[in-house]
């Protein structure tokens, strides 16, 4: 038994984001159909009004973040999939941009996986994926951990459709194995200092960035 709650202990501390702050809910003013439309999600123990990022965003998702498993992962998939789909009925031809953190790239992942079929004009940013599918690396640290964190968090996979996907992982334990589990946390807060910046990344990136070096999706 101690052993179990070492291990899902474990899983929780590698999908943490490196905030603490308790999620608050509040109601976010109503986005502009002009330009594209920029949604972002945090990691574990942000908040929707303190998740990291920065730039021109319109919406930050607001979903459970102190316990990194399916169920929140879940959550926070419902709850982008509510909101850019109220934004894309109010602004049908408008570009959406999502982009998340940690525990916050698998809700992003996930969301593009179920949704690419059915929803077009969308591109997708993911930092420190832990269900980011190697090479190059390895996969993400949602594989070893999957049967205790649940579905949908668990596994690595690439099933994005059309939709372009920019993802990011530099020596990170979260989002790849072969990076040993002793860099982790030091590496994973620290090692994305440019990329919380939504306005660098552009509405159509579709590659991987990998310790510092581009590789084609």
């Not at 996986?113 to 059915?118: A, G, P, R, V």
């Not at 992982?169 to 994973?188: L, M, R």
Request: aromatic fraction near 10%; include cysteine.
């Amino acid at each position: 038994m101690r052993a179990k709650r070492t291990t899902a202990a474990l899983a929780g501390l590698l999908l943490t984001a490196g905030l603490s702050v308790a999620l608050e809910s509040s109601a976010q003013a109503a986005a502009s159909c002009e330009g594209t439309y920029t949604i972002v999600v945090g990691g574990t123990g942000s908040s929707w009004n303190n998740d990291g990022f920065t730039g021109n965003i319109q919406q930050h998702v607001g979903y459970p973040t102190q316990i990194p498993n399916g169920a929140s992962a879940r959550a926070g998939v419902n709850e982008l999939n509510r909101l850019v789909r109220d934004q894309r009925n109010a602004c049908p031809g408008q570009h959406v941009k999502m982009g998340g953190y940690s525990l916050a790239a698998a809700v992003v992942h996930i969301w593009v996986t179920e949704n690419w079929q059915t929803f077009g004009n969308v591109n997708a940013v993911l930092v420190s994926d832990p269900k980011r599918q190697g090479p190059p690396g390895a996969n993400g640290g949602a594989v070893p951990f999957g049967g205790v964190i649940g579905t949908p968090l668990a596994g690595a996979d690439k099933f994005f459709g059309n939709v372009p996907v920019k993802t990011i992982c530099h020596w990170d334990y979260v989002c790849d194995e072969s990076a040993g589990i002793w860099t982790y946390p030091q590496n994973h807060i620290n090692n994305y200092p440019n990329d919380f910046n939504m306005d660098h990344h552009n509405d159509s990136a579709n590659e991987v960035w990998y310790n510092g070096s581009w590789y084609p999706a």
